[in-house]
């Protein structure tokens, strides 16, 4: 079950950009709720909010998926590889459903949730692989537990051709991969006009006392719009911490946990999506995308881009490719026309637990009785739990059948954010310089 903790109401506090004397008093309008953020959480908070008959809008300071929800591998996970670890075995309950889902999703079941048939599917599975190490191999074992999303076995004819010959069992995991794009595009043109683009973290002001929410101003050029909301959800993932600063509120509920990130590109590259398990790690994950000039593009994940994240890029590109000759002995980088890599940081943004690891499920800090909510998914494949677990800690009788339509004149949607891979600086593969796997 998600943990929705309550936090005891604090002595009137203003925030930074919380409430000041001389705040416009332009009209107010009511609404039932405002989400802050527009990533996957924030977007899909507002399709559940809208589908419970509420009036509501969800705002976004950039781009939509700006940060984590485009940067994200899209991978739909089933729980299998929290089986690698016994402090993560927590984390594969909860997660356990969502492939399911998301496939049912896909294929247009209005009653389950918003309509992805629209997204892409970049695959239906994922492979998992091992090299020919002990604890390679011992790995591979804890991976076969028997969770909902069960992996199977597959002959070696049947096995993709970059992992045709790789030593042991190769599993076929039944955890569809999502464009990530799609996605948010497909949630984003289900609700245009509740999507409201404001200038940066300056186009939006709050009134409040103690953290208690009276009233919200956004601005957008010289549009102005005053709103009364009866709740709002904090969605906007490291963009939490600065939004509770404003309020005067405890910031440190929050935690982040970095990743350096390795990009893969050559109009040849196969598509692929998978995980290379080494003992009771991820070591590498792949998942591709395809950038604007139609050139496969991979992302290197995994224990590659937490470990990464004490080397600079030219390093950690040289033992990317390191470990790609080691993972996959059946791809040879020197013979791929164009072949050129680049690598991106990026915050995992969650709720803070004790001890520094992941969450088990996605998090929900629930305060003045639900008219503040704040909300994390920890997983890019848990965002529909989220956002029922909002919808359920919603003060009751939220909704009003008194609540005009709210009037956004002068406002806009948001664009959506780019793929990590565009407009980046890239590195030949024949330039990149030899580094020992690890």
């Not at 690698?84 to 075995?89: F, V």
């Not at 247009?108 to 390679?136: K, N």
């Not at 509770?244 to 999506?273: C, I, K, W, Y």
């Not at 637990?353 to 629930?366: M, N």
Request: aromatic share 4%; hydrophobic share 40%.
């Amino acid at each position: 079950m998600i943990r929705q903790d309550t936090a005891p109401d604090r002595p009137p506090s203003l925030g930074v950009l919380g409430y000041r004397e001389g705040m416009p008093e332009s009209r107010s309008q009511s609404i039932d709720l405002v989400v802050v953020g527009g990533g996957i959480a924030g977007l899909w908070i507002l399709d559940a909010a809208i589908r419970s008959g509420l009036s509501a809008i969800c705002v976004e300071a950039s781009k939509l998926g700006s940060g984590q929800s485009v940067c994200a591998q899209g991978i739909i996970h089933g729980g299998l590889k929290y089986t690698l670890k016994e402090r993560d075995l927590a984390a594969a309950s909860p997660i356990s459903e969502m492939p399911s889902l998301w496939t049912e999703l896909a294929s247009g079941s209005p009653e389950l949730g918003p309509d992805l048939s629209e997204a892409v599917m970049s695959s239906p599975c994922t492979w998992l692989w091992r090299t020919d190490s002990l604890a390679s191999r011992m790995g591979m074992l804890g991976a076969k537990a028997a969770l909902r999303t069960r992996p199977s076995t597959v002959d070696r004819e049947q096995r993709p051709e970059l992992i045709r010959d790789a030593p042991g069992t190769v599993l076929r995991v039944e955890e569809p991969v999502f464009d990530t794009r799609s996605v948010l595009r497909a949630l984003a043109t289900a609700h245009p006009t509740s999507l409201v683009a404001v200038d940066g973290p300056e186009g939006i002001e709050f009134a409040s006392r103690g953290g208690e929410v009276s009233r919200v101003i956004l601005r957008n050029g010289t549009a102005e719009v005053t709103l009364e909301p009866r709740a709002v959800v904090f969605a906007a993932g490291a963009g939490n911490e600065g939004l509770l600063s404003r309020l005067g509120l405890d910031a440190s509920v929050a935690q982040r946990r970095p990743l350096h990130m390795t990009l893969l590109r050559a109009p040849s590259l196969p598509e692929f999506h998978g995980h290379c398990v080494d003992g009771n790690r991820t070591r590498v994950t792949i998942t591709s995308g395809r950038d604007a000039e139609g050139n496969v593009v991979w992302q290197l994940g995994g224990d590659l881009a937490e470990s990464g994240v004490g080397r600079d890029p030219l390093d950690q590109i040289a033992f990317a490719a390191a470990e790609l000759r080691a993972v996959l002995s059946n791809l040879d980088l020197a013979t791929v026309s164009g072949a050129a890599w680049s690598t991106y940081r990026i915050d995992r943004a969650e709720r803070r637990t004790g001890s520094g690891f992941r969450p088990d499920d996605a998090e929900l800090i629930s305060l003045h009785e639900g008219r503040l909510l704040v909300a994390w998914p920890t997983k890019w494949a848990l965002a529909p739990r989220l956002a029922a677990a909002v919808i359920e800690a919603l003060p009751a009788g939220i909704a009003s059948t008194s609540t005009a339509p709210v009037t956004l004149t002068g406002f806009h949607p948001p664009e959506i954010a780019t793929f990590p891979w565009e407009n980046r600086t890239w590195t030949s593969h024949r330039d990149v310089r030899s580094a020992a796997p690890a």
